[in-house]
């Protein structure tokens, strides 16, 4: 019983700071993306990266940067995305993986940007020599779609992947 309203008393007074917890943030910034709104999902992401008490919690700071990416992928932002796996190789190396680079691939696509999408596959093929295959398939599915102007077939040639 002491426990349960030792628990409920804490519970109050962290609500009472109004401080927000990173699932606080988290959820906040998953419902601004749903609606298509992603400036403010980056806003509320870079608010909860710049608090050290949400920074210092590993698995925390992992699920909001997979957000940040989401909505940078939404928004079509395929330079960014790139920029962002190379600064979060170092300390999430293990969560980095082939299938999350596709992913942001399909996703910076389906937002319109093709020689995004081009650059984020070149990327991960590039960080995971072994899964070439794997990459080389995602660019001949795009490759396959038709539709590539003259600067992405010429890309995909100095890429080594014409």
């Not at 790139?82 to 996703?107: C, E, H, V």
Request: aromatic content about 4%.
């Amino acid at each position: 019983m002491r426990l349960a309203v030792a628990i409920v008393v804490s519970s109050l007074l962290a609500a009472g700071c109004g401080g927000k917890s990173a699932a606080d943030y988290q959820n906040e910034a998953r419902a601004a993306l749903d609606a298509g709104d992603v400036a403010k999902t980056l806003a509320v992401v870079d608010e909860a990266l710049a608090r050290d008490a949400i920074r210092k919690d590993a698995a925390a700071t992992w699920r909001l940067e997979l957000v940040r990416l989401d909505a940078l992928a939404k928004g079509g932002r395929a330079s960014e995305i790139t920029a962002d796996l190379d600064r979060l190789a170092g300390t999430y190396s293990a969560q980095l993986n082939p299938s999350l680079y596709r992913s942001l691939a399909d996703k910076v696509k389906a937002a319109g940007s093709t020689n995004g999408a081009i650059d984020i596959l070149a990327a991960g093929d590039q960080r995971f020599p072994a899964e070439h295959a794997t990459f080389a398939q995602a660019i001949d599915a795009l490759k396959g779609a038709g539709g590539l102007d003259p600067a992405e077939v010429e890309k995909l040639r100095k890429l080594g992947y014409l």
